[in-house]
Nanobody, 124 residues
Framework: QVQPVESGGGLVQAGASLKLSCTAS????????LAWFRQAPGKEREFVGG????????FYPDSVKGRFTISRDNAKRTVYLQMNSLKPEDTAVYYC?????????????????WGQGTQVTVSS
């Protein structure tokens, strides 16, 4: 089975950019769909984008469309979340998740394998 491992979180000012990485441990992401979710304190975990590893097709909710971009690097077994024009409301723990096959509904229950999360804090 695959184990996602996130990195790249940190503290940035509003308007800045940040790029998160999710690397596959255990095996490659081939044949999986990947997604990024985030969870702010006191809120439910929210879908912020997904990618089908084999096709490279990406999809985003309206809340981040145009600001967030997901990409992948097959050789590095890594998927990225590029976040631009960050806002204080983007502050959350960001999680990478994987599921066999796809596409999947943008819901936490659809994804079987989760990383430990990485904190993103955007100051105003």
């Amino acid at each position: 089975q695959v184990q996602p491992v996130e990195s790249g979180g940190g503290l940035v000012q509003a308007g800045a950019s940040l790029k998160l990485s999710c690397t596959a441990s255990g095996r490659t992401f081939g044949g999986y769909s990947l997604a990024w979710f985030r969870q702010a304190p006191g809120k439910e975990r929210e879908f912020v984008g997904g990618i089908d590893w084999n096709s490279g097709n990406t999809f985003y909710p309206d809340s981040v469309k145009g600001r967030f971009t997901i990409s992948r690097d097959n050789a590095k077994r890594t998927v990225y979340l590029q976040m631009n024009s960050l806002k204080p409301e983007d502050t959350a723990v960001y999680y990478c998740a994987a599921a066999i096959g796809g596409p999947h509904q943008p819901k936490t229950a659809q994804y079987e394998y989760w990383g430990q999360g990485t904190q993103v804090t955007v100051s105003s």
